[in-house]
């Protein structure tokens, strides 16, 4: 099993800025890539970042130059630093770890519980 908590989401002015923290525990042998996705109401979940075990970055087109991802490999934990948001950056923003398990050495994924961001005024 593999935990993810995250962290950072709320209600923000349009223009400002939210960092989302989510750090992964449990029995976790090698993680390959962390990111985050995010699904607004009424819409299919999409993807917003992802970043690997080698640091090779992805971003939607509709968030480049605007959010940063960022991962801390000693404390399997994943940032996204976003600036300048817009109103329809509001969703629910979800944390994914692709990791291989400690215990079986297979590979999984894990989500977590997902975290609101409102971009409003």
């Known amino acids: 099993q593999v935990q993810l908590v995250e962290s950072g989401g709320g209600l923000v002015q349009p223009g400002g800025s939210l960092r989302l923290s989510c750090a992964a525990s449990?029995?976790?042998?090698?993680?390959?890539?962390m990111g985050w996705y995010r699904q607004a109401p009424g819409k299919e979940r999409e993807l917003v970042a992802t970043?690997?075990?080698?640091?090779?970055?992805n971003y939607a087109d509709s968030v480049k130059g605007r959010f940063t991802i960022s991962r801390d490999s000693a404390k399997n934990t994943v940032y996204l630093q976003m600036n300048s948001l817009k109103p329809e950056d509001t969703a629910v923003y979800y944390c994914?770890?692709?990791?291989?398990?400690?215990?079986?050495?297979?590979?999984?994924?894990?989500w977590g519980q997902g975290t609101q961001v409102t971009v409003s005024s």
């Open positions: 970043i690997t075990s080698g640091g090779a970055e």
């Open positions: 449990g029995n976790i042998f090698s993680i390959s890539a």
């Open positions: 994914n770890v692709r990791y291989h398990s400690i215990l079986t050495l297979r590979g999984s994924d894990s």
